[in-house]
Each structure stands twice: as structure tokens, then as C-alpha cells.
């Protein structure tokens, strides 16, 4: 069966410093990968998505990045944080035409 | 532009009690997909159900059941006979296709749902 694992689950970093997040995704290849953010107190939006290795498309104009080194590996990053990067940020994968699952989410505190 | 609408922002209700959540959707594709998802206090999201716009059958999953209707562009939700373990955030969700064939989804604000003992 497909499992994804997102880690941290919990991280505080303090304004300017980098970030990485790591999803990964086991049991399926080439799934669609997403990375969504939930700000505090509203829905999700979301940021990036991949449909393959390298591929990247950007959803929303901000702070972060993101790549896909392998096929089942989708990575957040920012150079240098701010305070609004602050969230609950969650990687989900799919394929076409099905629903997304979503993994247990990584809280950020920018600090 | 996809958009989802949860009105509710927060319902509040004693066990045992039915509870629909309501969900509005605007879209202009003629074939998209309906998702409702649960997100615990655990904040995980939980995938409850899937719904194509060509199938207008209502569903029923145990205590949940969907009423998906075109004409009102509404996509609601009830648990009926709620217990304490139905709280959480719940949302609606629209797709919105990407490049590649990628679902993207379009969430509505979420409801928050209490169950009161």
C-alpha cells in the first residue's frame, strides 16, 4: 500500500534562517506531488505541485521553493525565512483523476 | 477561477444530534471533481469522499451520507447521529486540473465541528 512520510512534524526557526522540508512517498511511482499551506485559522492553499522529476510549477509568488530530485522525494526550501512563513504546511501525493492524500503536515513557527 | 464556499464557520452540537455541513462551489469546467476531507486535532486531512460532477447520486457511507447537486452547485455534507469523535475541521474541496493532468485542489475555509458530550 502507498504511505507518505513528512518530516519534521514540529520546527522553530528564527527569521532568516533556511528551510527544507522533506516528503516522501512509498508504494506508487510517478505520483503527482503537492505541497499545500495552512495558514492559522484558514483553508489550504496550495503552493507547488509536480508531475515529474524536475518539473515544478508555482502556484503562489513567495518565499519558498521547491524541487523534485527523485521521483518519489518532493522538498520545500526557502533561503531565508520570514515571519509569514509561518504554518502548517502539508505534502500530498496523487494521480490524475484521484483524490490526494495528504501526509501528517510539519507546524513551522518563525520566530 | 475555481472557488469553494463554506459558510459555516463553526457548528456546535450535543452528541447523537444530525449535522450538515454546508459546501458552494463555483466553476466553470464541465468535468471537475467534489472532495470532502476531515482534519483532526492531529491536523492530518483525511480523505472522506470523492465525487464526479457527472454523478449526481447521493451517497451514503454509515453515519455520513453526501448530497451533491448540480443546479445549486452545492455539495453538502450530514453525519447523522454525531459522536464526539466526528469533531474536527472539515472541508470541501474542488479540482482544478494542472499541468500534466495534476489535480489541484481548491479548499473552501473549512467548518469547525464541535460535538458536545
Known amino acids: 500500500s502507498q504511505t507518505i512520510h513528512q518530516w519534521p512534524a514540529t520546527l522553530v526557526q528564527p527569521v532568516g534562517s533556511p528551510l527544507s522540508l522533506e516528503c516522501t512517498v512509498e508504494?506508487?511511482?510517478?505520483?503527482?506531488l503537492y505541497w499545500y499551506r495552512q495558514a492559522a485559522g484558514r483553508g489550504l492553499q496550495l503552493l507547488f505541485y509536480s508531475v515529474g522529476i524536475g518539473q515544478i510549477s508555482s502556484e503562489v509568488p513567495q518565499n519558498l521553493s521547491a524541487s523534485r530530485p527523485q521521483d518519489r522525494q518532493f522538498i520545500l526550501s526557502s533561503k531565508k525565512l520570514l515571519l509569514s512563513d509561518s504554518g502548517f504546511y502539508l505534502c500530498?501525493?496523487?494521480?490524475?483523476?484521484?483524490?490526494?492524500?495528504f501526509g501528517q503536515g510539519t507546524r513551522l513557527t518563525v520566530v | 477561477a475555481q472557488k469553494v464556499t463554506q459558510a459555516q464557520t463553526e457548528i456546535s452540537v450535543v452528541e447523537k444530534e444530525d449535522v450538515t455541513l454546508d459546501c458552494v462551489y463555483e466553476?466553470?469546467?464541465?468535468?471537475?471533481?467534489l472532495f470532502w476531507y476531515k482534519q483532526p486535532p492531529s491536523g492530518e486531512l483525511v480523505f472522506l469522499i470523492r465525487?464526479?460532477?457527472?454523478?449526481?447520486q447521493n451517497e451514503i457511507s454509515g453515519r455520513y451520507s453526501w448530497n451533491f447537486q448540480k443546479s445549486t452547485s452545492s455539495f453538502n455534507f450530514t453525519i447523522t447521529a454525531s459522536q464526539v469523535v466526528d469533531s474536527a475541521v472539515y472541508f470541501c474541496a474542488l479540482s482544478d486540473e494542472g499541468v500534466g493532468g495534476a489535480q489541484k485542489l481548491v479548499f473552501g475555509q473549512g467548518t469547525r465541528l464541535t460535538i458536545n458530550p
Open positions: 466553476t466553470r469546467d464541465t468535468t471537475y471533481y
Open positions: 465525487r464526479n460532477s457527472f454523478d449526481e
Open positions: 500530498a501525493w496523487g494521480t490524475a483523476g484521484t483524490e490526494a492524500f
Open positions: 508504494g506508487t511511482s510517478n505520483p503527482n
